[in-house]
């Protein structure tokens, strides 16, 4: 394959603590570093959330404006893409960072089953992030945990409520939504190819140790991928992965395996139909 994969890295996340790994970044400053060092490996996305003083997720916007300022100053190029996710804040407070418009902003267009709790997102929430996006230019990145929000972002993408081609990422892995399974995979991206064209790119994630299995088969298949220790803080049962970094340099490793080359910072962009840096 020669089309350049797209790898993005997921630094923070709401649930990893250092008593977990280490080497998760809480404070701004370790994730701008760590964000750096993963850009270097080969990431060209940064998806981020924000901690507070005591570590907590939130969706401060102030906070989201110090990591966003930082990462444009020492990743120049790097696509900064926001979490509007539901363990950061409740309603719209969700999406109270997209006014500094970033480059792009994940979004979920329907509800599911986490570990201990559902994962709320009803549809009046979604039509105002959507439509918050669209008021900034920031492209969405929809995280389908089910089926039914890949219909949900063709629905919407048809109805203007998504401007452009929607960038689909699939979720797997996590316990008691989508588990890892090679024929839905495959047919997610069927249903991706069908509904929105064959050239449209999209992205897979994997929770867990599923994350390096669902690495290669996004991989493989011609899609892009994501690692970070958002979604995984191990390289193996026995050992810690010691950055982000890491687990960036294992995706760039199967992106050789398939011949495929990592896509800059700059051809992410293009590939995405994203704004110049």
């Given at each position: 394959?020669?089309?350049?994969c ?13 008593e977990?790994n280490?080497?998760v ?6 994730q ?11 990431a ?24 966003k ?9 790097l696509?900064?893409q ?20 970033p ?27 959507a ?15 089910d ?19 929607p ?7 996590v ?23 064959n ?7 994997g ?17 892009h ?16 992965a ?7 340099k ?9 011949e495929?080359?990592?896509a ?12 110049a840096?």
């Amino acid at each position: 394959m020669s089309n350049p994969c797209i790898i993005c890295v997921a630094i923070t996340g709401s649930l990893p603590t250092k008593e977990n790994n280490p080497a998760v970044p809480i404070t701004v400053a370790e994730q701008i570093e760590s964000t750096q060092e993963a850009m270097e490996a080969g990431a060209s996305i940064a998806h981020c959330h924000v901690r507070d003083e005591d570590g907590k997720p939130t969706s401060d916007p102030d906070r989201f404006a110090a990591l966003k300022e930082g990462l444009e100053k020492h990743c120049p190029g790097l696509i900064v893409q926001l979490s509007t996710g539901g363990r950061s804040g409740a309603g719209q407070a969700r999406g109270g960072m997209l006014s500094l418009s970033p480059d792009m902003a994940s979004l979920s267009v329907g509800s599911n089953n986490f570990p201990t709790r559902v994962y709320e997102n009803p549809p009046d929430l979604v039509d105002w992030l959507a439509s918050e996006m669209v008021k900034h230019d920031v492209k969405p990145e929809i995280e389908a945990f089910d089926l039914s929000h890949i219909f949900q972002a063709a629905k919407m993408h048809a109805d203007g409520r998504i401007k452009a081609t929607p960038y689909v990422q699939f979720v797997m892995g996590v316990k008691n939504a989508m588990p890892v399974d090679r024929e839905v995979f495959d047919f997610y991206i069927h249903t991706v190819h069908r509904l929105f064209g064959n050239d449209t790119p999209w992205c897979a994630a994997g929770i867990g140790a599923n994350q390096i299995v669902v690495n290669e088969w996004a991989v493989s298949s011609g899609g892009h991928a994501r690692t970070g220790l958002e979604d995984n803080v191990r390289l193996d049962r026995d050992t810690l992965a010691p950055s982000n970094a890491a687990l960036v340099k294992r995706v760039v490793e199967l992106c050789e395996t398939y011949e495929r080359p990592v896509a800059t910072p700059t051809e992410a962009r293009r590939i995405l139909g994203l704004r110049a840096a």
